[in-house]
């Protein structure tokens, strides 16, 4: 277990119960069981990384409408304003940038060592990671288009067009039982913590019955279990429990021959017919901004980035055409309503049409093709390198202007990229994604990339963690006492078992260990209360995202696992310096926990 430097580390471990208390209480068992949180001084949140020093000659500020712009070496005093209208650096290499720590829900958090100074080449996925979809929106969206599909090609019947969509129900991290209809949310050792059949809750004993009691651990993945590992995945785990509520309720009106594995089966096509004919992409791009988040930083991260000599690339599932109306949104390149490239001067190399994962691997066959972007043509390559057509000795094309620097591509692999950018090392790539198996697991186990993750719903988490840290210390001392009780039982048992005791002892000591189950059904009662109420701050159904109760959710240990960094947004990179050397906590063992200092 990791436990950062900083006094804001333990937003994310606190609830470890090997965390160790800062402070030497014991509650009395026989006073009512009040439970005091204890006067303990916090400091200040500090900024978990250290701010580099070494400030670029190229500043960019943000003018009152939040606009990025070039600016000039003279000192500003120009700030943004924040949500909660404390004002902040609007990015690093501004003057006024690196000052001041990074607002607590902003920062960018550390799993391995990573120096920036070693990096050469930093890329970028589009979709929920440059561009950030509004879930009230774009999910809805979703949602909708899948329901249509069901009920006009599938053949499901069309009350579920009358259906809503609850676009915080669901969260990233759970897993689709298929074939019993169920969605569960795991710990880091795979077991079953939090189950619904449909909107039903399971009880403690349905869980164990059909989870824990089996000679064979159960993996938990495919063919009979499903991720729900991206934002995409939402709106269909939600349809899904949705549509086993309705089985249930009414067994004939389903199509026949459709089982709970069937159904989902049908959820997943009809989301990928609504993706194949575009009815998603044509919407969003009608109108971006009732879909997209509006960032004014990102177009001054890439400007930092190429500044600071290195190489900038995308690589995104999304064909050229929607790639190109996003990016313009994002960086404001549109003039009179109509699309540019402009913005591809942020970049060295964007790929699209990658077919992520499989782009990682560099064994793939997949053709590189070379796009022209002013009609979208494909025109074939040789690893990049334009090919002549039959019966002439040069390519018949040129895209390629000498004064631009970005070439845009369809297809190939992760071995095409590396030659495109000269990358003689993988660990010389920082990409950053928010697809845990599609971004992170893949380039970071197969190439060896360096790795960021984007966590939207960390900046949320992450500030109700510091508000509920008095919450969560009482927790613990009551998981402790909850402890100590039932030692004083065991102790006591025994002795009434196995020791030579006189008559009016064995009375006294049965009466106190009756005494003392009752403080432990009572103090066991409040602590699982208090505990459920502190998870629903987070979620009221699936409470904490990165933790189960008092270990790392499944979600979290992937994180752990496979990025190097995470952070709520992309932009939140424009508030460290681009050659920062990260580093994380030191690790502790459970056995260290008391006897080293922290």
């Known amino acids: 277990m990791r436990i950062p430097k900083k006094p804001v580390s333990f937003c994310l471990s606190l609830f470890s119960p090997e965390f160790p208390r800062p402070f030497d209480s014991r509650i009395s068992f026989f006073s009512g069981f009040h439970y005091k949180t204890p006067n303990f001084s916090f400091a200040k949140p500090k900024q978990i990384h250290s701010a580099g020093v070494n400030q670029l000659h190229m500043s960019y500020k943000m003018d009152k409408g939040q606009k990025a712009v070039l600016g000039d070496q003279r000192l500003s005093s120009e700030l943004m304003e924040s949500r909660d209208g404390v004002q902040e650096p609007c990015i690093w290499s501004s003057p006024e940038g690196g000052k001041d720590e990074a607002e607590l829900g902003k920062r960018i958090f550390c799993n391995r060592s990573l120096n920036m100074r070693n990096i050469i080449a930093v890329g970028f996925d589009m979709d929920y990671t440059l561009a950030q979809y509004k879930p009230e929106t774009f999910e809805k969206l979703a949602y909708e288009g899948t329901i249509e599909k069901l009920v006009s090609n599938l053949g499901y019947p069309e009350e ?121 992409k044509q919407m969003v791009a009608k109108d971006p901004i009732k879909y997209i988040n509006e960032d004014k930083s990102i177009v001054p991260l890439l400007k930092m980035l190429r500044d600071s000599r290195r190489a900038t690339f995308l690589v995104t599932n999304s064909l050229w055409d929607y790639t190109n109306i996003v990016m313009n949104f994002l960086c404001e390149s549109r003039t009179l309503d109509a699309c540019n490239f402009d913005w591809l001067q942020y970049f060295d190399v964007v790929i699209t049409g990658s077919g992520k994962p499989g782009f990682f691997h560099e064994e793939s066959n997949a053709n590189l093709f070379e796009v022209e972007p002013e009609s979208g043509k494909l025109i074939n390559t040789d690893n990049g390198t334009p090919m002549a057509q039959v019966g002439n000795s040069s390519p018949s094309i040129t895209l390629k202007k000498q004064n631009e620097r970005c070439r845009v591509f369809q297809g190939g692999t992760v071995r095409h990229l590396h030659k495109l950018l000269s990358i003689e090392s993988s660990s010389h790539v920082l990409y950053v994604g928010d697809h845990i198996y599609g971004d992170i697991l893949r380039s970071k186990k197969v190439l060896g990339w360096r790795t960021m993750l984007v966590v939207p719903e960390l900046e949320a988490e992450v500030k109700l963690l510091w508000e509920l840290r008095d919450s969560r210390k009482a927790l613990q001392l009551m998981r402790s006492d909850r402890d100590h009780i039932e030692d004083q039982i065991h102790r006591l048992r025994w002795s009434l078992d196995f020791e030579d005791l006189k008559a009016d002892q064995k009375q006294e000591k049965s009466a106190l260990v009756e005494d003392l189950e009752l403080q432990r059904d009572q103090v066991r009662i409040k602590h699982q209360q208090a505990q459920r109420e502190c998870h629903q701050k987070f979620h009221k159904v699936w409470g904490q995202l990165m933790k189960t109760g008092y270990q790392n959710s499944r979600f979290a240990h992937q ?32 056995h260290e926990f008391n006897i080293l200092p922290m």
């Open 160 to 280: 579920l067009l009358g259906w809503t969509f609850n676009w915080k129900y669901m969260v990233r991290g759970l897993v689709v039982d298929k074939k019993r209809g169920n969605i569960l949310k795991m710990d880091r050792h795979k077991y079953v913590k939090v189950a619904y059949h449909g909107f039903r809750e399971l009880t403690k004993e349905e869980k164990v019955g059909t989870y824990g009691n089996t000679l064979i651990r159960d993996a938990f993945d495919e063919p009979d279990y499903a991720l729900i590992d991206t934002l995409f995945s939402l709106a269909e785990a939600y349809l899904f429990s949705q549509l086993v509520d309705f089985m249930d309720k009414n067994p004939g009106r389903v199509p026949a021959r459709v089982d709970y594995a069937r159904m989902y089966k049908d959820v997943r096509s009809a989301v990928d017919m609504c993706h194949r004919d575009g009815t998603l």
């Open 559 to 590: 994180v752990e696992r496979f990025a190097c960094l995470y952070t709520s947004q992309v932009s939140n990179l424009s508030l460290y310096s681009p050659n920062k050397y990260y580093r994380p906590g030191e690790d502790f063992m459970p």
